[in-house]
């Protein structure tokens, strides 16, 4: 996951962190440069910036999401790198998450299920079951309500 800037990655792995990382760019040469990392509890599969915006119509990304092995969606703060809160979100693996507008995010597991949640808040605003694993989704469109999500059995569902 690239910072907004694309001067800092952050990826994540089976080691339960997330590692920091500035990147520079000089002469056609990509380098990067190790920063810290973050310690979690589980399994990272999935992160995602916390989308909110300024007075002045501009996205800011003070927070991550991250999700994984344990069914719990973790919200970081950058600044601090510390755990501001945590969402007992799913009964499975969760395998992506993604931030969208408004304060709220979505995720997706292995418990079948598709779910919107809005971060002052600790149930889910909008729930979706289906018929396998959700692996992956996206979210866009025109409409602030779409969604699509991919399964185990390989069908793609609109709503």
Do not use: C
Request: charged letters at 25%.
């Amino acid at each position: 996951l690239f910072s907004p800037s694309l001067s800092i990655l952050y990826s994540s792995s089976s080691d339960s962190s997330i590692r920091l990382s500035s990147l520079s760019y000089s002469n056609s040469t990509l380098s990067s440069t190790f920063i810290h990392s973050i310690k979690l509890p589980s399994k990272i599969y999935s992160m995602s910036f916390h989308r909110s915006t300024t007075d002045q119509n501009k996205e800011i990304n003070t927070h991550l999401y991250t999700a994984g092995s344990d069914g719990k969606i973790r919200m970081i703060d950058l600044s601090t790198n510390q755990e501001t809160s945590k969402f007992e979100a799913h009964e499975d693996t969760i395998w992506r998450i993604e931030g969208i507008p408004n304060s709220r995010f979505l995720s997706g597991s292995e418990d079948k299920s598709l779910k919107m949640w809005d971060v002052r808040q600790s149930k889910p605003i909008s729930e979706i079951k289906y018929k396998a694993g959700i692996l992956s989704f996206g979210w866009g469109g025109a409409r602030d309500d779409q969604e699509a999500a991919a399964a185990e059995e390989e069908e793609v569902w609109f709503g």
